[in-house]
């Protein structure tokens, strides 16, 4: 009973992480179509995903322990699937605990993969709105003659978009 309890919860967390692959394919395109406030509303639904994430992970390792104990080991081992699996001697359930493992894993190296991606994209937009504010407001004239980099007392600092003494 506690190991359909478990597969049933791995199978949910499956589920979860790939609502949150889905989201990470929208959000690549609100990232490339610009829109920040389309981000907001991602960025909230996966705080949303990742509470029930988190939930459903607090009793996946309630259901590993109970597992644990059913089958005589008292201590709660921090055990990996594929070491719990040892532990379940039915064919059919330890055939399906090893997929659901190998699915679970897939889906989380896809949203690795994705989440990758995407804090590059953020990191590209980021440097191009730096770029656009250099173009904005100018760069500071600078001297066309060598100066030693420890010559400090030279150095001019661009002047800020806005007056942070205001």
Avoid: C, W
């Avoid at 600078?142 to 980099?149: A, C, D, F, L």
Wanted: hydrophobic share 40%; no cysteine.
């Amino acid at each position: 009973m506690a190991l359909t309890t478990l597969l049933e919860l791995l199978e949910r967390l499956d589920e979860a992480h790939v609502q949150m692959l889905d989201l990470a394919a929208v959000k690549k395109q609100t990232i490339m179509d610009n829109k920040v406030e389309g981000l907001i509303d991602i960025l909230n639904r996966e705080s949303k995903l990742m509470k029930v994430i988190g939930q459903l992970e607090e009793k996946r390792a309630e259901a590993a322990f109970t597992f644990l104990q059913g089958v005589g080991i008292r201590s709660n081992l921090n055990l990996n699937l594929t070491e719990l699996s040892r532990l379940v001697f039915d064919p059919e359930d330890k055939s399906r605990l090893l997929q659901i493992q190998q699915k679970l894993s897939g889906t989380l190296q896809q949203l690795k993969l994705a989440n990758e991606l995407n804090q590059k994209l953020i990191e590209q937009s980021l440097t191009f709105i730096d770029y656009s504010l250099d173009l904005l407001v100018g760069r500071p004239n600078q001297e066309m003659t060598y100066h030693h980099p420890s010559d400090k007392g030279s150095s001019v600092t661009r002047p800020g978009l806005f007056d942070a003494r205001g």
